[in-house]
């Protein structure tokens, strides 16, 4: 299935990347799904799962942090797939570090991962939506993004600095016609991680006290929808049960 308009995702992982591009190809957009190239089998099987769901998808194996690699990426969808309407910059890099075993590769690798990209794909997806006078840019934050915790001073800085670079375009680009959004995830994911690693995820599950990706996903299309007159540019999102 073709389509006249594209969405990009930078992280398509398993879970909330692989629900966002599942709900804006549902959308009628191509899916554009990027992750790094040693996970090239699992992102052109969640393209290829898209596409036998009768949508447009393709899937896109590369290194966000790559600024040459990232302007070549934005310059082939436009050219080779079609136009972005959307832009989503979903990878994480949480983890978790005491302050004095916090090296600064770490730092640095945190943020290289987490911020740098997020910057990359906003600026070169801007470029060409400004040309069109419209398009919609979202971030996912984490509980990080506005509070430090314990173990996670590289993961919230990176997290603070791409809510800053968010609330930046959306100043920049919102009275040129580009919504630019920031989406807080404050909470565990229904991912394969915390499946693998949390004893009663089944139990989370049942009792909504979990984060549904596909009802993430779903939100992410709302906010695409949105009519100008009423933008939101940070909504955050919660299980029911979650303290905050």
């Known amino acids: 299935m073709a389509s006249k308009k594209s969405c990009l995702i930078i992280g398509a992982g398993d879970d909330t990347g692989a629900a966002i591009g599942r709900a804006f190809a549902r959308e009628g957009l191509t899916s554009c799904l990027v992750r790094r190239p040693r996970h090239k089998e699992a992102l052109e099987s969640l393209a290829q799962s898209i596409r036998d769901d009768g949508y447009a998808a393709q899937a896109f194996p590369a290194d966000a942090r790559d600024e040459e690699v990232m302007t070549t990426l934005i310059d082939t969808i436009e050219k080779d797939v079609a136009p972005l309407e959307v832009a989503v910059f979903n990878i994480g890099a949480n983890v978790n570090f005491p302050i004095t075993e916090t090296t600064s590769r770490v730092y640095r690798k945190v943020w290289e991962m987490a911020c740098f990209p997020g910057f990359l794909m906003g600026r070169e997806v801007a470029a060409r939506m400004l040309q069109r006078g419209s398009g919609t840019i979202i971030f996912t934050g984490a509980t990080a993004s506005i509070r430090g915790g314990v173990g996670y001073a590289a993961f919230a800085g990176a997290k603070h600095a791409l809510r800053a670079l ?23 994911i229904d ?54």
């Open 191 to 244: 991912s394969n991680f915390i499946r693998d690693n949390v004893p009663n995820a089944d139990k989370l599950r049942e009792q909504s006290a979990i984060l549904n990706p596909d009802h993430i996903a779903s939100n992410y299309v709302m906010l695409h929808k949105q009519l100008k007159s009423a933008w939101t540019h940070e909504l955050d999102l919660r299980p029911w049960k979650e303290k905050w």
């Open 166 to 188: 968010a609330q930046s375009m959306a100043r920049e680009l919102s009275p040129k016609g580009i919504h630019v959004a920031h989406v807080v995830i404050d909470g565990a």
